[in-house]
């Protein structure tokens, strides 16, 4: 059985702790591959790798940096196919959804190669008499991030291609589920010509979690995945003095107004949900339809679900793949089972899809209607190809249920009514607002991040918001000797 190990200093290195989980091909069912779990004494050698190689890397000029960047996003493009299979054959997704994840990662060197004007402070000449005044932003030394299963690839360039550019030194703990894109991103940073040591991987579970939240040579913490770990993790980054931003789980509502277009809202809905089985944070997972516009819209849903293509992510004809592991696959399913039990109608039901069983972890995709937000399958973030309907007889019914919802990551409306949209954008309580967009994810130049229960520190992640917080400000004032002006002042310096 092929293992996949660590990646510290620059090279591969075999793990000495005997435990390992198990990486399977979602759409086979197999057990392809071994992942090492690290030791806190393997986690430490990779934090003493980055911390030797932070020192120089963040000494080394902007336009070097920008340089190795370049060269990164080049080596990155060349090799777009082979992440994309990385990702799909670990993780499940479809070949064209993964080729998708790894564009928008690449996104994000893309605007890191402006490390040199994003980096540039202010400069405020004679701010008092003799006095200039200017702003720096400096690395904090080594940072690590923790990532989840459902973007493999994109979610590590979210964080390390701004931590890099800042002049920090990198070591993220991937998922354990799919972590051989983590991996091959590695390798090709290293191509690339980005100095060992400046990012490294290691592969693990909690121990090597609690290792790097503890580490006192770890400066910041950027966290992606479920909301109880994101919590745990911002609470104990806090109690080391760290900085952190732990980014949590999701239930996004699309609310459909009663002049939307049918037509369109139902292709959205059905795209935002079901694309990569359900397993993204932005998935919109309930859909508001509000007044008349439930029926035609609920029967537009159901008719495109009987035409999609389910089947492996490598068979190019294939639009969802099967879900990350059995266990996660029986979860989801357990949703549709109290769904039921609680009263809601069930009109599209996956559980018993024809592939499954024969081939891997797939589920067909499921629609529940008349869903009520006591029910277990709208309380829980279910991440998974199950699209609830929850009915909404006006407006402000509908703000009321999306805003009482703890998650806020994102959340859309449909309609052609310009101040109806523009009402929604100022009273919804999330950080991403789509209008007739289903996935609002931002572009690389903003930064992405959800409100109360979706992100727990104050900081998005990627775009201007990242290079805040992989950098510390410092603010120099200074005066250069002028014998003429010198004299013995007690009083609180003021601006003259
Ligand atoms: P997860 O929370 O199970 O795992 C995330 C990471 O935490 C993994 O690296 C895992 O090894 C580690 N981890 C798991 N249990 C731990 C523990 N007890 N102590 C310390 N570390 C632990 O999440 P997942 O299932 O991999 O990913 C799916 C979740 O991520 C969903 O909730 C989804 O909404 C969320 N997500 C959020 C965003 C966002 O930007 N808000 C983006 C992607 C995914």
Redesign the pocket.
């Known amino acids: 059985m092929e293992r996949i190990s660590h990646f510290i200093a620059g090279k591969v290195v075999p793990g000495e702790s005997g435990r390992h989980g198990d990486v399977f091909n979602p759409a086979t069912g197999e057990r392809t591959h071994q992942v090492d779990f690290a030791t806190a004494e393997e986690v430490g050698r990779a934090v003493e790798a980055a911390r030797a190689a932070a020192g120089p890397w963040g000494t080394t000029s902007l336009a070097r940096r920008a340089e190795i960047l370049f060269r990164i996003r080049r080596t990155l493009d060349a090799h777009r196919g082979d992440l994309a299979r990385a990702v799909t054959l670990q993780h499940g997704k479809v070949l064209s959804d993964a080729a998708g994840e790894v564009a928008r990662g690449i996104d994000n060197v893309d605007y890191a190669c402006g490390i040199p004007n994003l980096l540039a402070g202010r400069y405020a000449e004679r701010a008092s008499t003799g006095v200039d005044v200017y702003s720096v932003r400096q690395p904090l030394g080594v940072v690590a991030g923790?990532?989840?299963?459902?973007?493999p690839a994109m979610?590590p360039l979210w964080m390390c291609a701004s931590a890099i550019a800042c002049g920090n030194a990198f070591v993220l703990?991937?998922?354990?589920?799919d972590p051989a894109a983590s991996m091959l991103l590695a390798e090709l940073f290293s191509e690339a010509g980005l100095p060992d040591g400046v990012f490294n991987v290691v592969q693990g579970?909690?121990v090597a979690?609690?290792t790097l939240l503890a580490h006192p040579d770890v400066r910041a913490i950027s966290f992606?995945?479920?909301?109880p770990?994101a919590r745990?993790i911002y609470e104990e980054a806090a109690r080391h003095a760290k900085r952190v931003q732990a980014?949590?789980?999701?239930k996004n509502h699309m609310v459909v107004l009663p002049d939307a277009d049918v037509q369109m809202a139902a292709d959205a809905a059905v795209s935002a949900a079901y694309g990569s089985a359900g397993e993204r944070?932005m998935a919109v997972s309930v859909v508001v339809p509000v007044g008349r516009v439930a029926e035609p819209l609920v029967q537009a849903i159901t008719e495109r679900l009987s035409n999609l293509r389910i089947g492996p992510g490598l068979d190019e004809k294939s639009e969802m793949g099967p879900l990350v592991t059995k266990e996660h696959r029986e979860k989801v399913a357990s949703y549709m089972d109290s769904a039921a039990k609680q009263g809601a109608k069930v009109l599209v039901d996956g559980r018993d899809h024809p592939l499954y069983g024969k081939d891997g972890f797939f589920f067909g995709a499921s629609l529940i209607d008349q869903v009520t937000p006591e029910m277990d399958c709208y309380r829980d973030?279910i991440?998974g190809p199950v699209l609830s309907v929850v009915r909404a007889g006006t407006y402000d019914e509908a703000m009321t249920l999306v805003n009482a919802n703890p998650w806020g990551?994102g959340a859309a409306i449909f309609t052609r009514d310009g101040g109806a949209a523009r009402r929604f954008q100022e009273e919804v309580e999330a950080g991403m607002v789509g209008v007739n967009v289903p996935i609002p994810v931002p572009v690389a130049y903003f930064s992405?991040g959800?409100w109360k229960a979706?992100?727990f520190g104050d900081t998005h992640?990627y775009g201007p918001e990242s290079i805040n917080f992989y950098t510390r400000g410092k603010v120099v004032t200074e005066r250069w000797p002028d014998p003429s002006t010198s004299a013995v002042d007690l009083g609180f310096p003021q601006n003259r």
Do not use: H, Q, R
Request: charge should be negative.
């Open positions: 923790i990532t989840p299963f459902n973007f979610v703990k991937p998922s354990e589920k579970d909690k979690v609690d992606v995945g479920s909301t770990i745990y980014l949590a789980g999701a944070c973030e991440f990551n992405f959800g979706s992100l992640i």
